[in-house]
């Protein structure tokens, strides 16, 4: 069996536009995907996650390059033809079919006997909760209950890879919260590769085995949800992933993968970690989660210590979130509550002078780009 | 003052316009039992059954009673090849337009290619421009090809081409299309093309995908521009007196020629026995349509 489930090579898809020019939907694009991940796209709102999506599907055709699904080149072949099925985002139910009969539809479709597809289409609908529901018109079904049954009417083919193209994006909060759960507890039942495509960064974080951050037609960077996020390779990825603080400066000197960086706004030189490609005199970036930034009263360290003023605060429970004007820039620290008490003295209030201290591992060192 | 209290000028208004709508149907029917032959006022019903008996111009006596009318109208072969004409007509008429017109409609809403807007818009024409504008124009174009084509191929005697069933079969399917293709393009607009993806996805060809997910989603559209072409094919006068030649008539032209002759209410009976068939089919049609979807 190949390693690969899927695979997207160098792949390129312009579109034309009506003024006469072309847009890269998809700009040279390379994934590998193995089998039985559960792989996301990430990225925000015309990066070309649908896109890619459909090349592998076969509703659109690559301009440049070539999908490969099980190792075969998948070239222009019709998406009837292609062991891959799909959720739409908008369910695409057929609606003058029953419940029953879009499940069984795609059976027929292979030519599978009577008391087969009867048998299967009973066992999946059991495995999305929607026994009972068979002889519903989709209209007569909520939206949570329609998006189970698009999820049933691919899964009971058995494809290779099952695709996924913001299939929660219609439901409300509480409602995506379950189904999150639920899709990733079928994806290791069944253990059908997933390609997920989400603009949600908690969703792809808590679901993926793997995400790819997309931006532009390009991909960013590919890892596992703790990479992307504990080690973003560009500033983008930084931002999009979570919440982070931007400090500008110029690269200063470079020892193994520690970077001394002076930033103009503090006039003082931060030591961070190395987290993409820098040279010395190189215009870079420090990225700076707000719950890896410490509060001090007093100077603590020698380096990386900042002197700066409490600008407001907002108690959430956990945390205590804190605004700190540093340098003349607003820089956000989370503050963990581990100590149960009432007295004002333990949480910070504006106008109060603090020290801002941040490790060197915690300082990502990025390309300004 | 009372918000829900009707003014007055609405209930008139109303009871105008029911009275307007039928009224006149209710005449008719009411004449098709007249026992006066010439009908130009109603001179009671014909009560006694028997072997017919007429006294100064009313019938008093008929083996079919009160209809009388309609047995007459039974035994009248002229009417009977026009209902079959006319039948034949909207037939063919109906299935081929309904045909063509949802491909059209398919067409102009999926694909974009050069001159869609001027095609659009000329498909359209004909519904606007008068029916007698477009009977003369056919009837033209029929006569001068017919010509050509009879002089060309020096056809002669019965093989010469004529006006007749053939020429008013295409006239109507040329006027209808546009109907259906209005029709069922309302229907098309807000077809979700996912579902085609859909089908494709699991498994389906082009095809099946037509078959079996397209044209049932679009069926209801496609119901109503075959009923209204065959309304519309069912009661064509103009259209039809031009382009019909001899053996062809239709229901409304044998209508209007005994029309100028006298009017006996054999024409009545005939109408009243039309409009209940075309009741029958717009009802079943009805509730074809709101069962679906
Ligand atoms: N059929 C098409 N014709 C022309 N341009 C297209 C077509 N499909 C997509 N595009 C363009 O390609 C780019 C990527 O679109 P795509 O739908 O892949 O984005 P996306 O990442 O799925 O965004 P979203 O999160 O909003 O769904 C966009 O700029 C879009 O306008
Ligand atoms: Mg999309």
Redesign the pocket.
């Known amino acids: 069996m190949n390693e690969f489930c899927v695979e997207l090579r160098d792949v390129v898809?312009r579109?034309?536009?009506p003024e006469g020019s072309e847009?890269?939907?998809?700009d040279h694009v390379t994934m590998q995907i193995k089998n039985g991940e559960f792989f996301s796209m990430l990225?925000?709102?015309?990066?070309?996650?649908?896109?890619?999506?459909?090349m592998v599907a076969g509703f659109?055709w690559p301009t440049v390059g070539e999908v490969y699904i099980e190792g075969e080149a998948m070239g222009r072949r019709p998406p009837y033809l292609r062991p891959v099925n799909t959720v739409f985002?908008s369910y695409a139910l057929f609606p003058h079919m029953s419940v029953a009969e879009n499940v069984a539809y795609g059976l027929e479709m292979e030519k599978t006997p009577k008391y087969e597809i009867k048998r299967r289409v009973g066992e999946i609908l059991e495995m999305v909760k929607l026994s009972g529901m068979e002889r519903r018109k989709p209209r007569q079904l909520s939206g949570g209950q329609q998006q189970r049954v698009a999820l049933a009417r691919a899964l009971v083919k058995h494809p290779k890879v099952l695709l996924l193209?913001?299939p929660l994006g219609a439901l409300d909060l509480k409602l995506r919260k379950e189904m999150q759960l639920e899709l990733k507890a079928l994806q290791q039942e069944v253990g059908i590769t997933f390609v997920y495509?989400t603009?949600d960064q908690e969703e792809a974080l808590t679901m993926s085995d793997r995400i790819a951050v997309?931006d532009h037609?390009r991909v960013l960077q590919i890892g596992a949800p703790v990479e992307i996020y504990e080690r973003p390779n560009s500033r983008f990825v930084a931002d999009f992933i979570g919440e982070t603080n931007f400090l500008s400066g110029e690269a200063r000197a470079i020892e193994e993968d520690r970077v001394t960086v002076y930033i103009p706004s503090l006039k003082d030189e931060l030591v961070g970690a190395k987290a993409a490609p820098v040279n010395v005199g190189d215009q870079v970036v420090v990225s700076m989660r707000p719950e890896k930034i410490r509060l001090a009263s007093d100077r603590a360290l020698p380096q990386n210590c900042f002197s700066g003023i409490v600008l407001n605060t907002a108690y959430i429970g956990s945390d205590t979130r804190v605004i700190v004007d540093l340098g003349g820039a607003p820089l956000a620290v989370w503050e963990q509550n581990k100590i149960s008490t009432l007295d004002p003295e333990a949480y910070y209030a504006p106008g109060e002078q603090v020290w801002v201290v941040v490790l060197p591992e915690n300082a990502l060192v990025l390309q300004d780009v | 003052m009372n918000p829900h209290r009707r003014s007055p000028l609405v209930i008139v208004s109303t009871v105008l316009v029911y009275f307007f709508l039928y009224a006149p149907v209710v005449v008719l029917f009411l004449f098709a039992f007249n026992s006066s032959k010439t009908n130009v006022l109603f001179e009671g019903f014909i009560t006694q059954v028997g072997p017919t008996e007429i006294v100064s111009g009313n019938v008093i006596r008929s083996p079919c009673g009160a209809f009388h009318w309609f047995c007459e109208l039974a035994r009248n072969v002229e009417v009977r090849n026009a209902a079959r004409n006319t039948l034949t007509i909207a037939f063919v008429s109906t299935i081929t337009s309904t045909i063509i017109g949802t491909l059209a409609a398919i067409a102009l809403q999926r694909y974009s290619f050069r001159l869609k807007t001027f095609s659009e818009v000329s498909l359209y024409i004909p519904i606007v421009i008068p029916e007698i504008v477009m009977g003369i124009g056919i009837l033209v174009l029929f006569s001068q090809l017919f010509t050509l084509l009879n002089n060309t191929l020096s056809l002669s005697g019965d093989s010469q081409l004529t006006l007749g069933l053939g020429t008013v079969i295409v006239s109507h399917i040329a006027f209808s299309i546009p109907f259906v293709t209005l029709v069922v393009r309302a229907r098309l607009h807000g077809f979700d093309k996912a579902i085609e993806e859909a089908s494709m996805d699991l498994g389906a060809n082009e095809i099946i995908t037509f078959w079996r997910v397209t044209l049932p989603s679009i069926m209801p559209g496609v119901l109503s521009g075959a009923l209204l072409a065959f309304t519309l094919s069912l009661d064509d006068f103009v259209i039809t007196f031009f382009t019909t030649g001899p053996g062809a008539s239709t229901l409304p032209i044998y209508v209007y020629g005994l029309l100028r002759r006298i009017v006996t209410p054999q024409v009545n009976a005939l109408s009243a026995v039309w409009i209940s068939i075309v009741l029958v089919v717009v009802f079943f049609t009805q509730r074809l349509q709101s069962r679906q979807m």
Request: aromatic residues 8%; neutral net charge; glycine residues 14%.
């Open positions: 898809k579109f034309p536009t847009v890269f939907a998809v990225g925000p709102s015309g990066c070309g996650k649908t896109t890619s999506l459909r659109e985002q193209d913001e495509v603009h997309m037609g």
